[in-house]
């Protein structure tokens, strides 16, 4: 019998910019159902990794392949309507519309109406919209939204725009979900429970999850594997806690230090910096 094939395969991608190597030989898959982590230090290449994924970025080598099929050269919109969702760092919310009508923008894709019948919501506008809604709802009380559908997001603590921007994503029915450091700027508490919204998520929508993130006690609760880059290049791709663990990993964390201090670090040595807690 065949072994199921990888929903996402990423084969010796290299990326320059100039004379800028930003990625340079990176090859992973990413199985179906997977929680899949991709972690290093600031200026790693995780960002212009996960825009080569969505075809923000056409590298110059490399395949990148969902379900077998080519992505590279394709539009990031063409990528959307494949199944490809992706939240940013920085939010792209719109303030003055509410939650809901940010979360059915989400859904813009999916859409047939023209822009003329759209401008003025009649026929197929007005039903597409309505459909809209309805299949939104759902999302929003899938991540806790539910309660403040009608509410502006200027009106929102930045914890819960997170979320919205989640739901907006969630709304484009994907398969592959991109998350580009989801609890940047959140404290503990927020980050926990958007994490655990985001595995809510997952389950309910049988969905494959690619997370870039640096707050290394989440991607060792939530994710299944953890690739570690650094200057462009895969150091290791293991269980996030043996890939913690790994000499290399501490010593690209620690910016090249010595040999002795790197060993102790890998030995939880309190006195040494931590490369579990990763860059901030």
């Known amino acids: 019998m065949n072994e199921k094939k990888p929903l996402l395969e990423v084969s010796n991608v290299s990326l320059r910019f100039g004379g800028v190597t930003a990625l340079d030989g990176i090859s ?5 159902g997977e929680f899949f982590a991709i972690i290093g230090p600031n200026g790693a290449g995780k960002t212009s990794l996960l825009n080569v994924l969505n075809g923000f970025y056409r590298p110059q080598q490399g395949e ?24 940013f760092q920085n939010l792209a919310l719109f303030d003055e519309l509410t939650v809901l009508e940010n979360v059915v923008l989400g859904r813009h894709h999916l859409m047939r109406s023209g ?11 007005r039903k597409e919209e309505y459909a809209a809604r309805r299949e939104c709802l759902p999302l929003l009380e899938m991540t806790g939204l539910d309660g403040i559908a009608g509410r502006p997001v200027r009106d929102l603590p930045y914890g819960v725009k997170k979320r919205v921007e989640l739901a ?31 595995q809510t998520a997952q389950r309910q929508l049988d969905l494959t999850v690619v997370m870039i993130e640096h707050d290394m006690a989440l ?51 309190s006195r040494s910096p931590n490369p579990q807690e990763g860059p901030q």
């Open 28 to 32: 992973f898959a990413v199985e179906h």
């Open 64 to 87: 990148v392949a969902l379900d077998g099929h080519s992505l590279i050269g394709r539009r990031p919109s063409t990528i959307a309507s494949l199944g490809v969702a992706r939240t």
């Open 115 to 125: 822009i003329l019948s759209g401008a003025f919501w009649w026929g197929r506008a």
């Open 168 to 198: 907006r994503a969630l709304a484009l029915k994907p398969r592959l979900l991109l998350l580009d450091e989801p609890v940047a700027g959140m404290n503990a508490t927020e980050s926990n429970e958007l994490a655990s919204w985001v």
């Open 219 to 269: 991607v060792r609760r939530v994710a299944d594997r953890a690739l570690v880059i650094d200057f462009g290049q895969v150091v290791c791709l293991e269980a996030p806690d043996l890939a913690m663990r790994d000499p290399r990993v501490v010593r690209a964390y620690l910016g090249g230090t010595d040999d002795a201090l790197v060993h102790a670090a890998v030995r939880g040595d």
